[in-house]
């Protein structure tokens, strides 16, 4: 009997970012990044290899993917087998609890969950390390799903040399994020092209690679001194500066809508009123804002002026991946 494994891994929102490939193959980032894994938002994948099958066979949500959607999953599957000499194609069936291409990185769990249900299930024993390697290469930002808390993806310079590890784990204060949930709109352009763009045409790019750096530095200080104020200052800015990336490309994309103006305008009038909170967006037009738990009443109820009350989704830290073997 061929046996089927299940994982479950949270999504993460970079608090300092990666946006640009340094080898589109390996999936090696031209800098580091830090994350917070939240508890919201995952994915739950079993995937089963089984000589009976003529193809891969991918569920998502119910629905019978089509071969072209599934190509990106059965190149990450390819690699399954090479890795572990299995050679059966594979029935896959995701349950996804994030909004998909939006910006919420559906890509991370995504890519986190398969890699440890497509691993285990091939025969591999991966270590937490070697499973955020092979996470990597189905999406950068999976690299850093596989773990729980804060997480720092280190941008290596080959195969063996970038993963991502816990830098705090549980979480012990408080901080949380409030994704809002805008209208879900087609992206103008996939982050894989986006970061293409930017490092090709930005003359910003060199700016941005070094600035990270100490971005990283600040950002890692900050969690440890668990300095809410600090670690927001550092998302916000560097946010901005993925997005000025964008904006200094040739030619010129960006994903903001107006509503992503108007969530990030919110944010900023709070914080002049005294309200400890900071934005952070990603490859969509969502906003995340990080705040206190304390804060996320009067956050919500201070956005509920432009937002309906269910496109404001609390989230805390959330846990690494878990995977079982039925
Ligand atoms: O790996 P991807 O394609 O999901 O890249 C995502 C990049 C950002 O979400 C914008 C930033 C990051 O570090 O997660």
Redesign the pocket.
């Known amino acids: 009997m061929a046996k089927t494994v299940t994982a479950k891994a949270h999504t993460n929102i970079?608090l300092v970012?990666?946006?640009g490939k340094k080898d589109a193959d390996l999936m090696l980032p031209q800098n580091g990044?830090i994350?917070l894994t939240l508890d919201h938002f995952y994915t739950q994948t079993s995937v089963t290899f089984a000589t009976q099958l003529t193809a891969d066979e991918i569920e998502f949500n119910g629905q019978r993917l089509t071969a072209q959607k599934a190509a990106r999953i059965s190149q990450f599957l390819d690699l399954v087998r090479q890795q572990s000499g299995q050679t059966a194609y594979a029935k896959v069936v995701t349950e996804n609890h994030v909004p998909t291409s939006a910006g919420l990185?559906s890509?991370?769990s995504g890519f986190a969950a398969l890699a440890g249900a497509a691993s285990r299930a091939a025969g591999l024993q991966l270590d937490l390390t070697d499973l955020s390697r092979l996470a990597r290469r189905g999406?950068?930002?999976?690299t850093r799903s596989i773990f729980g808390g804060f997480v720092e993806w280190h941008a290596g310079h080959d195969d063996a040399s970038s993963y991502a590890e816990v830098l705090q784990d549980p979480v012990d204060w408080d901080i949380q994020m409030i994704a809002v949930v805008l209208k879900a709109t087609q992206k103008p352009i996939s982050?894989?092209a986006g970061m293409a763009r930017v490092v090709q045409t930005s003359p910003y790019y060199p700016a941005w690679v070094q600035t990270a750096e100490a971005d990283l530095k600040r950002m890692r200080q900050a969690i440890a001194a668990r300095d809410l104020q600090q670690v927001g200052q550092i998302a916000e800015t560097n946010a901005m500066r993925?997005h000025a990336l964008n904006l200094s490309a040739e030619p010129a994309f960006n994903y903001f809508t107006a509503e992503t103006l108007t969530a990030i305008q919110a944010v900023t009038d709070l914080r002049s009123q005294g309200v400890n909170c900071y934005y952070t967006l990603?490859?969509g037009p969502n906003v995340k804002i990080i705040c206190a738990g304390q804060d996320t009443d009067v956050i919500k109820t201070a956005l509920q002026q432009y937002f309906e009350p269910e496109q404001l989704i609390v989230a805390k830290p959330g846990p690494g991946i878990t995977i079982t073997e039925n």
């Open positions: 970079a970012k990666y946006w990044s994350s990185a890509s991370a999406s950068g930002s999976a982050s894989t993925m990603d490859a």
